[in-house]
Nanobody, 120 residues
Framework: QVQLVESGGGLVQPGGSLRLSCAAS????????MDWHRQAPGKQRESVAT???????NYADSVKGRFTISRDNAKNTVYLQMNSLKPEDTAVYYC??????????????WGQGTQVTVSS
């Protein structure tokens, strides 16, 4: 099993910044792509950013230029630096990771989510 634990959420004023972290632990051979997703009240979960094992990031149009995804492979951790936050960024943010288990099976795991609220 693989556990993903997010941290770094909270309340921030519009224009402010937050940095989310997601650490993976458990029994796995390696981690593949890691993602951040978010779900606002009454809306479907949406992809925010994805990063490959090599460090290449892709972003939703709504966050390009404001959010930066990064990872530390030695720590099995993915980060999401969020700048110039807007009220519409308010959501529960989830991380996800593709884990290659020791059996060779590739399974996607999800964290429990962390609340981000952007409000004055």
């Amino acid at each position: 099993q693989v556990q993903l634990v997010e941290s770094g959420g909270g309340l921030v004023q519009p224009g402010g910044s937050l940095r989310l972290s997601c650490a993976a632990s458990g029994s796995f051979f390696s981690l593949g792509a890691m993602d951040w997703h978010r779900q606002a009240p009454g809306k479907q979960r949406e992809s925010v950013a994805t990063i490959t094992t090599g460090g290449s990031g892709n972003y939703a149009d709504s966050v390009k230029g404001r959010f930066t995804i990064s990872r530390d492979n030695a720590k099995n951790t993915v980060y999401l630096q969020m700048n110039s936050l807007k009220p519409e960024d308010t959501a529960v943010y989830y991380c996800a990771a593709a884990a290659i288990l020791r059996s060779g099976v590739n399974v996607k795991y999800w964290g429990q989510g962390t609340q981000v609220t952007v409000s004055s």
